[in-house]
């Protein structure tokens, strides 16, 4: 099964994927790596000029990078970390592993999201700066898709677990 945790920036989106997969023993990859590793599309996005053309194109290179986790380890379960902003993108993922997919939206306030972003820039250099926080916040489509919720705030790693098994029954 395929678990993408999909929600703007700041709401914890990398963690609790990073911390399920460690307690599950399941594979995570963060598609910000995608951004990470080419260049022309994390200079679209830090200028502002990330369109629905762009965005097809980083799904297609999500899709690959997927399909070929998924060939080459064998894994059962898989956990993503994606914002998803556009409903088209996760239509379309959803349908190219059809029925493989769980979108679980993780939610936290704008606020604490905020927070949390900058707290990041101090750590680590991230595609996601303020300008780029702003942008997918408010590019963020309400889904369509079928979803479950997973608020992300201020909880403990047991209880962040807890929520995420409590989805899955």
Not at 24 to 46: E, G, P, Q, S, V
Not at 71 to 99: H, Q
Not at 157 to 168: H, K, Q, S, T
């Amino acid at each position: 099964m395929i678990y993408v945790l999909f929600g703007p920036p700041g709401v914890g989106k990398t963690y609790i994927g990073g911390l399920i997969a460690e307690k599950k023993n399941w594979h995570f990859f963060d598609a910000d790596t995608i951004y990470l590793n080419d260049d022309k599309l994390r200079y679209l996005l830090a200028n502002g000029k990330y369109d629905q053309l762009v965005r097809d194109r980083f799904v297609k290179k999500l899709i690959m990078t997927v399909q070929h986790m998924l060939s080459e380890n064998e894994c059962k379960d898989l956990v993503i970390a994606e914002a998803f902003t556009k409903e088209k993108n996760r239509a379309e993922f959803m349908k190219y592993f059809d029925g493989q997919v769980s979108y679980i939206m993780v939610h936290a306030s704008r606020d604490l999201a905020y927070k949390r972003m900058r707290a990041r820039m101090k750590k680590e250099e991230h595609v996601v700066d303020e300008g780029v926080f702003d942008f997918v916040w408010d590019e963020f489509e309400t889904p369509k898709i079928p979803y479950k919720m997973l608020r992300n705030t201020n909880k403990t790693d047991g209880e962040i677990c807890e929520d995420f098994n409590n989805l899955l029954e």
